[in-house]
């Protein structure tokens, strides 16, 4: 299921997967859907590469609500992330999407919290996303091949050959994944202008989730919650690479990952009692 | 033969128009749902899976369950089901039809669904399943209909069918094997994650769809002047009485498994189906209306003067299956998603839409297994006294 990136991006130029990659075929695919600019990308010049890509969440750094929130919106705005409220403002959970939010620490690591421990320490929020597992149960359970890894180690989502069976997400032990449970043009904040015209919305009936920002990686560009956070909050790199930063700090320092008993994998790595390491 | 399902009295033309009433405002609230999409139900990210997959999980234990009567008759010669053996058969097709519109039902893409077989993924259990399921259709039509018509003719059935009707044994055990696997293998779910599991599926589709039997049996002789005998519907309630004992008995071993050992994840949803959970209690009630029902339907059909008085055969019968349908129709997957990952309880209730699709699809199973019995029985009353051999 794995291929290179070159491949992929040649797949997804042609059958234009996600209506990103290659500039040539992108014009049309973007035709189809209202309000969406083809975006100007050579691909081959810029694309960052891993041989893994890993992130490093340092929570020390985050000091307030906003640090949080702009890490949350800079994702849901990149990737036009339905925004679905209640009558009275609140978030309706019933329909809710998420790509990156926070969760409390016990609740981040169920069974790692002990009955000591402050409640400050237990409600202490923590960023979760898809892990994007070494050895992905969403993968393996899906029957369309639609969520498949690259050989970066990048867990993506074909939208457009999701059958919505949802297995996806009962595999998932992060609850990471999202499912549009009608027309995510039907929220809100995707009626009007698209908080981003270069970048497709989803149709109803599909699961989507967290792709590392792989379409950002291919211009170039670090993933969006990488740039919102605070300096040192969130770090992005190869940890196959012993001299990436990612990889210095998994070595030298103690990090946590979610759930790892369960032999997923994950590659998001926490930094416990961060302080200044880079 | 399919001409005998259009002939019959007005109330068999009654209970036609109504099923397909039913199946009529089923279809309604479905094309709201593929227009709208799975919002319409009560389905949310934390419990993704419901009523509709719940159905499928059950059904296919009833599909599985016509292997009950075929081992009998054609493994041990037990020549008593030969005339009922096809109510089996065609209860199992209607029961793999409704599985698969159950499933269909749940898609959020439905017109994709072809997408599983063009891009296979052997990896994936679905793909197990949609084989085993449409192998297992396909084996019950051609063995109910060759045999069927062999019987209207007055003949022996053709050698050529026994081959296929050998087949259906281990697919049977084999489609209630992979249902199973869709749960055993995920991890971080831990009500389903455990080996027991498709061995659980199987005795409680052992008793189920049996069960069912004996009152599709019953209600047969009391419409039609066909009779399937007094001796196969006990035979019958013997096979219930045990499957349901093993049912049981397997429960018990989850439920000494995950207090025993202490894992609090293990626990969990047995605590927010039994007892409640973070203050949510919605399922208690239902789940132990099913463990009550169980246990009383086990004793009722254990004691043979309760089991041979058919009065109480048939109370005993609905009891188990309403009990069995709780069990794994809708508290077997609810437990799965509750607790969610993050090990907060987000309950699940389904919305009136919801419900009347779930109906709309069993009434059009049950308008298919009328048809179908239609037909077998009114072959069965032409050839009364005639003896029938396989």
């Not at chain 1, 009275?88 to 998420?98: A, L, N, P």
């Not at chain 1, 040192?232 to 790892?260: A, C, Q, W």
């Not at chain 2, 081959?163 to 259906?168: C, E, K, M, T, V």
Request: aromatic residues 12%; hydrophobic residues 45%.
């Amino acid at each position: 299921m794995s291929m290179d990136r070159r491949k992929f991006l040649k797949v997804a130029g042609i059958s234009s997967i996600l209506g990103f990659g290659a500039s040539v075929a992108s014009a049309r695919n973007y035709a189809g859907q209202k309000g969406l600019v083809p975006p100007q990308v050579d691909a081959n010049k810029e694309t960052l590469t891993a041989k893994r890509w890993a992130m490093v969440v340092d929570m020390s750094k985050f000091k307030t609500d906003e640090d949080y929130k702009k890490v949350i919106n800079a994702c849901h705005t990149t990737h036009n992330v339905p925004d679905f409220r209640k009558a009275d403002g609140s978030v309706d959970r019933k329909m809710e999407i998420k790509w990156i939010w926070t969760a409390p620490y016990e609740r981040t690591f169920p069974g790692q919290d002990n009955k000591y421990m402050s409640e400050h320490m237990k409600d202490m929020p923590f960023m979760v996303l898809c892990n994007h597992c070494e050895n992905p149960p969403c993968v393996r359970v899906c029957p369309t091949k639609a969520t498949f890894k690259l050989q970066d180690g990048i867990t993506m989502q074909d939208m457009h050959r999701c059958i919505g069976c949802r297995f996806c997400m009962a595999a998932c032990p992060y609850g990471s994944r999202s499912f549009n449970w009608t027309d995510p043009r039907a929220a809100s904040n995707l009626k009007g202008e698209l908080p981003n015209k270069q970048y497709p919305t989803r149709t109803k009936g599909v699961v989507e989730k967290c792709t590392f920002c792989s379409e950002r990686l291919q211009e170039g560009k670090l993933p969006a919650c990488v740039e919102a956070a605070p300096k040192g909050g969130i770090l992005f790199g190869d940890m196959e690479d012993p001299n990436s930063e990612v990889r210095k700090i998994v070595t030298n320092k103690y990090t946590i990952r979610r759930k790892p008993d369960l032999g997923t994998g994950p590659a998001v790595y926490y930094l416990i009692g961060g302080g200044d390491h880079a | 033969m399919l001409e005998k399902a259009l002939e019959g009295s007005k109330k068999y033309w009654a209970w036609v128009f109504f099923l397909g009433g039913l199946a009529a405002v089923g279809c309604y609230f479905y094309f709201q749902q593929f227009m709208y999409g799975l919002g319409i139900t009560g389905l949310h990210r934390d419990v993704t899976w419901g009523l509709y997959i719940g159905q499928f999980t059950f059904l296919v234990g009833v599909a599985a369950s016509a292997v009950m009567l075929v081992i009998p008759y054609y493994l041990h010669d037990y020549k008593k089901f030969g005339k009922i053996v096809i109510l089996g058969e065609f209860l199992a097709i209607s029961a793999v039809i409704m599985c698969i519109l159950f499933i269909m039902a749940d898609m959020g893409q439905p017109m994709r669904v072809m997408n599983i077989m063009l891009y296979p993924a052997p990896n994936s259990m679905v793909f197990w399943d949609v084989v085993v399921l449409n192998g297992y259709l396909f084996l019950n039509l051609v063995i109910g209909w060759v045999t069927l018509g062999s019987d209207r003719k007055g003949i022996a059935p053709p050698k050529w069918i026994k081959p296929f009707i050998y087949l259906s044994i281990p697919w049977a055990i084999s489609i209630h094997t992979v249902t199973a696997f869709l749960y055993a293998g995920i991890p971080g779910r831990h009500f389903w994650l455990s080996a027991i599991l498709a061995a659980r599926f199987l005795a409680s589709a052992f008793a189920g769809g049996p069960s069912l039997l004996i009152i599709l049996a019953l209600i047969v002789r009391k419409v039609t002047k066909f009779d399937p005998g007094k001796e196969p519907i006990q035979a019958l309630g013997k096979i219930v009485a045990y499957a349901m004992f093993a049912n049981i008995f397997f429960l018990g071993l989850e439920v000494f498994t995950a207090f025993y050992s202490g894992i609090p994840g293990h626990a969990h949803p047995f605590h927010y189906l039994y007892a409640g959970l973070d203050g949510h209690s919605e399922l208690v009630p239902m789940m132990w209306t099913s463990s009550i029902f169980a246990v009383v339907s086990l004793v009722m059909l254990w004691v043979p003067g309760i089991r041979k008085n058919e009065g109480t055969l048939a109370l005993a019968c609905v009891m188990l299956f309403i009990s069995l349908w709780i069990d794994k129709g809708f508290g077997l997957i609810i437990g799965g998603f509750v607790p969610n990952p993050f090990e907060e309880v987000h309950p699940y209730w389904p919305t009136m839409p919801e419900t009347m699709i779930t109906i709309g699809v069993w009434a059009i199973g049950l308008l298919i297994l009328t048809f179908l019995y239609k037909i077998a029985i009114t072959v069965r009353e032409q050839t009364v006294g005639v003896e029938i051999d396989h």
